[in-house]
């Protein structure tokens, strides 16, 4: 049948004009125009596929076309007569790495109450339009490696209340705001990577379902007060690295949220617990947090992630490495400088390159 026929291709380049051809068998629920395997990845900037799920071909049965090179828009598969009435079924779309310049008429989109995800990745897009906001039922927008420029987040992308996933990564974004995040409370991840983030709003707001907050590769310079952060209690996995953090709360940030097991903080400037400040004195940033990860995860241990290699830690930072992390972590490897209980397996707790003796542990 007709789509046996591009399942069985699915990787040949094909030109857009034969999108009135996949549109002449029945209405698709799942729409994917591309010129390359690489489409069905989140994109270049996103973290890994062990926070992310993965959108392996493997996983989906769908129809593949492609436009040819060049500046284009969406106008080839909304645009002439009837299309948009055998899009009323759809429920997936995406036109990752197509080189649309522009996202002009997505709001005719709207003809589908069944569309919940739409990936536009790898394009050169610098502006979201305002009829995005027109996709109430979508659940998940990926935009990651265009050419956005926005001092906050898109204010379309504000308008879609309902997302749960929202992947930005790989653009020129310069902020997030309170009330934009506010707006997207129902989100359960949020990937930001490699923007020019350069701090967070003192305040968080609500967001009951945030698993997954990625900040990687930005410019941020400190964290909201660790208490902000019980306003995620089902925070899982926090990815800060590559900013420029010069102290990190651990123990905070594991007491304030009650479902974190995972922090990448590698690759920043942090030298103490708390940043200067009189009535928060400097202490080991360890402390603690051994004993907090034991009694939170018990014999569940395997998934939990401390990473804190390449940060200017010093032995007044961490005077030594408290007994309850080797307790909870395992023996320290001090060539590899991580601790670990067996290798790739059990929790990890990441040193290297922070000039710290991570042989040395308190009595």
Known sequence: NHLSQFEETMFLVRDHRKIPEILAADPPAELKLARRPAEFKVGKSSISSSLIPSRGVEERSSLVASKKKGGGSLYALIGPSGHLEKL??????????????????????????????????????????????????????????????????????????????????????????????????????LNMDANLIASLPDELPEMPNLKLLSLRNNK???????????????????SISSNS??????????????????????????????????????GNILTGVGAFLSSRVGGDADSVILNLSNNPLTASAIPAVPADLVSFFGKADPVREIMCREEGKGPRCVLGGCGVIIRKTAS
Do not use: Q, W
């Open 88 to 189: 009323s079924s759809l429920r997936y779309l995406s036109v990752y790495d197509c080189e649309i310049d522009n996202l002009n008429g997505i709001g005719k989109l709207e003809v589908s109450s069944y569309l919940e995800e739409v990936v536009v990745g790898c394009n050169p897009i610098s502006t979201i339009p305002t009829d995005l906001g027109l996709l109430e039922s979508l659940t998940s927008f990926s935009a990651d490696d265009c050419l956005l420029r926005y001092d906050s987040m898109p204010p379309p992308i504000v308008n879609l209340t309902s997302l749960r996933e929202l992947r930005l990564s790989g653009n020129s974004i310069t902020g997030l705001k309170f009330d934009d995040l506010k707006s997207l409370s129902s989100l359960t991840l």
């Open 220 to 238: 941020i310079g400190a964290l909201p007060y660790t208490s902000e952060f019980k306003k995620l209690p089902s925070l899982e996995c926090l």
């Open 245 to 282: 953090l010069t102290a990190l709360d651990v123990h905070g940030l594991l007491e304030a949220c009650p479902s974190l097991t995972k922090i990448y903080a590698n690759k920043n400037g942090i030298a103490s617990r708390f940043s200067s400040s009189p009535d928060s004195p400097n």
